[in-house]
Each structure stands twice: as structure tokens, then as C-alpha cells.
């Protein structure tokens, strides 16, 4: 396909003083301050991170509808009516205001492609926007209409955001407080709620106490030694150095969430064990064929081999904690439709922990369930994501953002993806009237060859990857051995 039409660039915006000290008084928000330890990182090379969104629609978009509910969400919020300045004193980033033009912030694509392929160039053009950044003369956002009948959807909106403005849990409730049930147009759409009990296990006693600080020393151990010298093995999953720099392939698989409750029911986990374990196989059936090609290029006579795979393969996600206490869309943009809103709860509200994959070839489906399990109750039951947290926070203040964005650059490229699961919208949704049919999510800019997001809608689970092509040249191959592997763990767990 073309490439995605160039935005047009805006000439540099001087901010005079007394419209600064206007708009602050104005607002009355963090304008005019400084861009938080987190949102600063996601500046630095290897960090330089995008979030890229989209919402398929059941019926067409009108541009003249969509515009002015795009207006009240964006442009009076104020990250994004706000241009990130360096104060040439401090070196310091701060949050500027500045009058925004919505046209130069929404594209309306004209393209009409022939429908057979229709899914392919929505995927093409979703990619094509991992080529660009957008220039800091103007808010870090943009919005892509398209009016392209799918497989799945009538249209699309497909939104980029730069992680700095607010990572994914804040970025989707201020989308989906402008959103309503469908079944209730006066109702806001509903998230899960946080099992406060799976994130810190609670406190019983002496022998809980110290388990969670064993397993909290245990996980700063890993992460110093990740930072220092320890790398995951070269696999074909592993990218190679400069590899953030690079386009992203996108791609999404859709399944019944039914299938992950009735693993999750039959062997009493929690859907996110399922999730987890279902990824490990998946990882495990795609490595495998990977390296048993290999095998078969370099001369290999056993074809009856099963087992391709390499012994004590290590394989690890930077697995991607919310450290919001709620999940309510009012909790974490209050008052999210007035204008003037506080974002003292928007924002990079995240930690990560290292998380291990057991990449082998499993006789019983279901163990990658237990490992996953097993892996995942010792991370909740550790402080990690709230020790990465402060400790980024903490190298910032002492030893300033470029110190900090190295050392995250290391712990990222030791490992091999990214790993993101956030929780959707419980009911089917509409925008402005316009019911959503899907929604999906990720990121391009991170030193990985592979991120994997999970997001739940309504009664659908989707798998969303980005990949870089040289490393992963077939990533929808990867999105099927992820479905079969939860066909077959669903086929041993509930047998018919």
C-alpha cells in the first residue's frame, strides 16, 4: 500500500507569558510543571515509546459527528493541549499549553481499497504509522479515521499517543468516559475489579511477611543482574541491537473469552494464569518450528523429531503491573467530561517485574497453566512492580533521566517482550452512538523484537502483537499457535 499521508507539520509555537500565566490560571492544572520522573524516561533512546489504539466500529464514521466528541475528549484535556518544552535553564520538560487545531491532529484517510483486501490494508496502514514519530511543535497525538469495511468492523479510529502523556489504563479511561453502555446509554462502560488480593497478597502473620520479602530480594536480585550482564538466550523470538528504532508489524487474534473461563473454572486459576500459560505454550509450539526449520535447512535427517527446541532456554518478559488502586474510570480521570479536569491520577502510573517463560514441549498441556501459575502467585506476592517503580524514580532524582533511561534500556533488551494485559470494557460499548465492535492496543518504540497485549472486551478476548518483521517475518503464524495451544489446553482440561 502508499505509505500513510504525511502529517502536516506545524511551525514552532512561542508561548508568550501572559497567555501561559492565562491558561494556567485558566486550568488550574499541572500545566506549566514539570513532566513527571516516568513521562521523562519515555524520551530517552530505547523508551521513546508510542501507544498505538484502535476501536473498530459496526457502522461508518461521519467526520462532522466524530469531530466534536473528539474535541471535548482531547482538547480540553490538558496533556493534550499541552506542548512538552525543554526549560532551557533546568533542561527540565515541562507541560506548556498552547491553542490546538484539531485538523492537524485528525486525519481522515480517503483511501478506498478493493474490499478482498480490506483486513490487509487496515493492518498495513495501522503498521505504516510505526515509520513516523510526531514532531514536538505540537501535542505528542494524533487520530486516523477510516471508513473501510473489514471482516470485522464498518470502521476505524486509530489513535497514537505518546507514552509520556499517560500510559494504557489512563489513556483507555478517558476514552471510555466518553463512551456508554449500549444497553444503557446513560450508564459509563464498567471495568473489571482489581483483585486487591492477586496484587499484594495481604499480610497474615510472620510467615507471609517473609515470604513476601524473600520473594521481593529474590526479584531486586534478578533485576540487578539483568541490568548488569544477564541476557535472555539468542533465540529467533530475540531482537537484535537498534531494533526500537525499527517499523512494527501489527497484528491481532481474536478469541471467546468463554474458552479461557472454562480452562480457568476447570483447574481454579484466575484468567490471567490462563492467559499467561496459554502465551508459554504458544511461545513454545512457534519456537519450536522455528528452530526444527532450521534443523531441516542445515541438513537434519530426523523428521520424526518432535522436540526442536534447545535445553534451558532462558526467555523473559518485562511484564507490565497498574499501580492504581482502582480500575473505576472515575478513579482514574475524575470528573473525566467536565473541562478543567485534575490529572493528578492520569498519567505513568506503572511498574514491571521480569517475568520467566518455561519454553519447553509439554507431554501434559495443562502444566503450562501450573508453570505459569506458580511463576505469576510469587510475582503478586512480592513487591517488584512497586520496587521498579521508586527505583526509576529514586536513579532520576540522583543521577538524572539519561542514567536512568540506560539502565532501563539494558533491563529491556536483556530480555526478549514485552508484556502488557489490561482489562477492557465488560459490556458492548458505543461512542457518540457508534457501537464498538472491538478494541486493540499496543506500542512501537520499545528495544524489543516482540510485545505482547492482552485486552478483554466484552465477551471476547484479543491477543494484539508487534512485532518487527525482519526478526518475526510471520507473526500471524504466532497468533495461530496461540489459539491451538488454548485449544488444546481447553481440550485437556474440560474433556468433552
Known sequence: MDSVPS????????????????????????????????????????????????????????????????????????RFS?????????????????????????????????????????????????????PNTKPLWDIHLLNVKT???????????????????????????????????????????????????????FRSVVYVLWNTLIAIFMFVLTALFLKDTRTPLKGPPGVELKPRRFVRRTIDLQDFKSVKNAMQCTINDVVLGVTQAGLSRYLNRRYGDLQKYNGATDLEKKNYLPKNIRLRATFFFNLRASTKINAVVPDA?????????????????????????????????????????RKKASLEPLFTYLFLKLVIKFFGVKTAGVFCHKIFFNTTLWFSNVPGPQEEIAFDGHPVAFTACSCYGQPNALMIHVISYTDKITFVLSVDEDTIPDPHRLCDDLEESLKLIKAAAVPS
Open 7 to 78: 502529517l502536516r507539520a506545524l511551525k514552532h509555537v512561542k508561548v508568550g507569558q501572559e497567555h501561559q500565566k492565562s491558561r494556567l490560571l485558566e486550568r488550574g492544572d499541572e500545566d506549566g510543571q514539570p513532566l513527571s520522573p516516568v513521562a521523562r524516561l519515555f524520551h530517552e533512546p530505547g523508551s521513546n515509546v508510542y501507544i498505538v489504539a484502535i476501536m473498530g466500529f459496526r457502522v461508518k464514521l461521519h467526520p462532522d459527528v466524530v469531530k466534536p466528541v473528539l474535541t471535548h475528549v482531547f482538547l480540553k484535556h490538558p
Open 82 to 134: 499541552s506542548l512538552q518544552v525543554e526549560d532551557k535553564e533546568s533542561g527540565e520538560l515541562k507541560w506548556i499549553p498552547t491553542e490546538v487545531d484539531l485538523e492537524n491532529h485528525f486525519i481522515v484517510s480517503e483511501l478506498d481499497p478493493p474490499l478482498q483486501a480490506a483486513d490487509k490494508f487496515v493492518e498495513d496502514y495501522v503498521s505504516d504509522l510505526s515509520k513516523t514519530n510526531i
Open 337 to 377: 467530561v467536565e473541562e478543567g479536569a485534575k490529572t493528578a491520577k492520569f498519567g505513568n502510573k506503572i511498574g514491571y517485574v521480569i517475568l520467566p517463560f518455561n519454553i519447553g514441549i509439554q507431554a501434559d498441556p495443562l502444566d503450562y497453566i501450573w508453570q505459569a501459575k506458580a511463576v505469576i502467585d
Open 151 to 205: 471482516s470485522d468492523a464498518e470502521a476505524f479510529l486509530i489513535y497514537r499517543i505518546h507514552h509520556s502523556i499517560g500510559d494504557g489504563m489512563s489513556l483507555m479511561a478517558l476514552i471510555l468516559a466518553h463512551s456508554r453502555q449500549v444497553s444503557d446509554p446513560s450508564a459509563l462502560p464498567t471495568l473489571p475489579a482489581m483483585n486487591k488480593e492477586s496484587n499484594f497478597l495481604k499480610l497474615r502473620g
